[in-house]
């Protein structure tokens, strides 16, 4: 059961390739709300009530479900099943962040300065990002906080050694956090991030200077337009490029980089109140790790070592047919900025196609774009950049919910190798066996390929906008993000690496412990595993073929007489090896 090379992708076949193919506000949330109650996750009789408990209700719970979470149960899918997706989605939006990186280093005591170096353990991420998308609960918030983690994009390797992983850990904290809040917010904390400093040189970067020929750095002013905000390109509210006389019009110019760059100097990492202290190692002077986790500040006096004077450009500034005056100071520069920035017209498609294009289907039809974007600019009372109605807006859109997308081949995305691996996590309960979660980066072409956090570059593990070459997804004018990253050894590794986390001998990680015990229970009845299984991992996405090659390797492990829970295990395992390595599984729809 290898996944498909994108040479030999066949589109008539089931789980072939990929995704997909004005209007007000009011009347987009009406579409999303009759979608909801229409579409997913149950069907209607003739006189308009819900009809749940039935299997095809609980499949279309089951896929509302994995747009919107990492992995799901039997039991989730009945409470979708039974509330109706839009008051599921409303129920986990309105839960908390209900797990922090900083309750997971502090309670391991991995934040303390002493003997042990944790200042210098990049690997603690690792621990902590895959115990939150493993076990920590709020599932959906979670979700959309790693869609937002490739969007907003923060690498391990581009922060600075001390106390790196507790800097992204902090970013991540920020994702979870501002997840369903609006997007003006969540772009400055993104801004003042002490990781996001680090990684785009937003962190000390200073005013020119004639003398020296020194000018502001012009790494983060570049980025939050291309990848963050605004794209290369003047959009329509559908994602279209906007064409005059034939050619798009690009968005802003290397002069309006260069102006840009003049409001993000004069900020630095916030050390107020904190001590450096000897280190109990060899080394350098070690600060309390509060500094990579509190906004960084325009305040001289506040950072190490201190100054009197600001660095902060105050000559004017001039970009994107905007203009500060000179001697605005640095917080009212950047407020102006990121306020014209998060209102410009081309936020909301931009953003919106992406969001779509991480959670639900690669190729979104213009409409889909559009009913999406309109949701951005106004939830329907008002309010622009209200994440919580944006994800809501994609999970329950007509297009994301429409039981036809299931056999439509220009509908779904390849699932990413790290949602795969967390959602064997989460599905089955994989728990650390000592509480340590000591998994190494997956992200070397051995093992996943990708691992949170860890992307090659700002630009993500691939882009969304990638066609393979040569491929049928080129020939049907489809975009194959993820594909980017499918080469031939880790296609071939990941049938490894889920091999071996299934069986519990994976050499990434200490063992990791899945829950099967209602599996086994039920594994003495082929068909009936085979069913539960393709609900919570496929959403019964499963084609005929794949369901007898499953079947028929699962019927053929006899189980013994005597103690039969081993070879009940082996029928639970292998079967979830081949329906998580079958192309059904691969292409989520």
């Not at 962190?203 to 200077?209: E, L, N, Q, T, V």
């Not at 807006?393 to 056999?407: C, F, Q, R």
């Given at each position: 059961?290898?996944f ?5 992708v066949?589109?008539?076949k089931s789980?072939a390739m ?7 506000a009011l009347a987009?949330?009406?579409i999303v709300?009759?979608?909801?109650s229409a579409?997913?996750?149950s ?17 279309a719970a089951?896929r509302?479900?994995l747009?919107?979470?990492?992995g ?5 899918i009945d409470?979708i099943?039974q ?7 409303d129920?986990?939006?309105a839960?908390p962040?209900?797990?922090t990186?900083v ?5 391991r ?9 944790h200042?210098?353990?990049e690997a603690?991420?690792d621990s902590?990002?895959?115990a939150?998308l ?11 906080a790693?869609?937002l983690?490739?969007?907003f994009?923060?690498s ?7 106390w790196?992983a507790?800097a992204?850990?902090?970013?991540w904290d ?9 997007f ?10 002490p990781a996001?400093?680090q990684y785009?040189?937003?962190?000390g970067?200073?005013?020119?200077d004639?003398?020296?020929?020194r000018v502001?750095d012009?790494?983060?002013?570049r ?5 963050f905000?605004?794209g ?13 006389n034939?050619q ?10 260069e ?8 900020f630095?990492?916030?050390?107020s109140g904190?001590q450096?202290?000897?280190?109990p190692?060899?080394?350098?002077p070690v ?9 960084m ?15 902060h450009s105050v000559e ?10 000179p001697?605005?100071g640095p917080?009212?520069?950047?407020k ?5 920035l ?17 959670l ?5 039809s ?12 106004d939830?329907?009372?008002?309010v622009?950049?209200?994440l919580?109605?944006v994800?809501?807006a994609i999970?329950?859109?007509p297009e994301a ?8 081949p ?10 795969r ?12 066996t000592?509480?340590?979660?000591s ?5 070397p ?5 990708q691992?949170p956090f860890r992307?090659?570059s700002?630009?993500n593990?691939?882009?969304p906008d ?5 491929s049928?997804a080129a020939?049907?004018?489809m ?10 050894n ?5 049938v490894?690496?889920i091999?071996?986390?299934?069986y519990?001998?994976?050499?990434w990680s200490?063992?990791?412990?899945a829950?099967?015990?209602?599996e086994?229970?039920?594994a ?10 393709d609900?919570i991992?496929?959403a019964?996405q499963?084609s005929e073929?794949?369901r ?10 006899s ?9 009940l295990?082996?029928?639970v ?14 292409v989520?729809?």
């Amino acid at each position: 059961m290898a996944f498909v090379s994108p040479e030999g992708v066949d589109p008539s076949k089931s789980g072939a390739m990929l995704a997909g193919g004005g209007a007000s506000a009011l009347a987009a949330v009406s579409i999303v709300t009759a979608a909801a109650s229409a579409l997913s996750p149950s069907t209607e009789d003739s006189g308009g009530n819900r009809i749940v408990g039935t299997k095809e209700s609980r499949k279309a719970a089951a896929r509302v479900g994995l747009h919107a979470s990492i992995g799901v149960t039997a039991a989730e899918i009945d409470e979708i099943d039974q509330l109706g997706a839009a008051a599921w989605l409303d129920r986990q939006m309105a839960l908390p962040n209900d797990g922090t990186s900083v309750e997971f280093f502090s309670n391991r005591g991995l934040d303390r300065i002493d003997q042990n170096g944790h200042w210098r353990n990049e690997a603690y991420f690792d621990s902590m990002i895959w115990a939150h998308l493993f076990e920590g609960g709020n599932a959906v918030r979670k979700r959309m906080a790693l869609a937002l983690s490739e969007i907003f994009v923060v690498s391990l390797a581009g922060i600075e050694p001390m106390w790196r992983a507790h800097a992204a850990g902090a970013y991540w904290d920020i994702l979870n956090a501002h997840a369903f809040s609006d997007f003006r917010t969540l772009l400055e904390a993104v801004t003042l991030s002490p990781a996001m400093g680090q990684y785009l040189n937003m962190k000390g970067s200073r005013a020119s200077d004639p003398s020296t020929g020194r000018v502001p750095d012009e790494n983060f002013a570049r980025e939050i337009m291309q990848l963050f905000t605004i794209g290369l390109f003047e959009l329509n509210l559908d994602g279209s490029r906007v064409l005059v006389n034939g050619q798009p019009v690009p968005t802003y110019s290397n002069a309006d980089v260069e102006g840009l760059a003049k409001v993000f100097t004069g900020f630095d990492l916030d050390y107020s109140g904190l001590q450096i202290v000897a280190s109990p190692i060899p080394g350098p002077p070690v600060p309390e790790v509060q500094v990579v986790r509190r906004p960084m500040t325009s305040r001289p006096r506040s950072w190490n070592p201190q100054q009197t004077v600001s660095t902060h450009s105050v000559e004017e500034k001039r970009f994107l047919g905007r203009v500060i005056q000179p001697g605005t100071g640095p917080d009212r520069s950047l407020k102006l900025t990121l306020d014209w920035l998060a209102n410009h017209q081309n936020v909301a498609p931009f953003i919106s196609k992406q969001l779509i294009q991480r959670l639900v289907t690669s190729n979104p039809s213009s409409s889909y774009v559009m009913r999406v974007a309109t949701v951005f600019n106004d939830n329907g009372s008002g309010v622009r950049g209200d994440l919580a109605a944006v994800f809501k807006a994609i999970i329950l859109d007509p297009e994301a919910v429409d039981p036809s997308g299931v056999a439509n081949p220009f509908f779904g995305k390849v699932r990413e190798p790290m949602l795969r691996f967390a959602q064997w996590g989460r599905t089955f309960r994989a728990r650390s066996t000592t509480g340590a979660w000591s998994i190494r980066p997956m992200n070397p072409e051995t093992l996943l390929n990708q691992s949170p956090f860890r992307s090659p570059s700002v630009f993500n593990f691939f882009r969304p906008d990638y066609v393979p070459p040569r491929s049928q997804a080129a020939a049907n004018g489809m975009a194959a993000p993820e594909l980017q990253i499918a080469t031939d050894n880790a296609v071939a590794n990941y049938v490894n690496v889920i091999y071996r986390t299934v069986y519990e001998n994976g050499y990434w990680s200490e063992v990791l412990k899945a829950n099967y015990e209602y599996e086994i229970g039920i594994a003495s009845d082929a068909l009936k595993l085979l069913d539960h299984l393709d609900l919570i991992l496929t959403a019964g996405q499963l084609s005929e073929f794949t369901r007898a090659t499953v079947f028929d390797v699962v019927n053929n492990i006899s189980v013994s007489g005597l103690d039969p829970v081993p070879s009940l295990l082996e029928r639970v395992r292998q079967a979830v090896v081949l329906i998580m390595c079958s192309n059904d599984y691969l292409v989520q729809k």
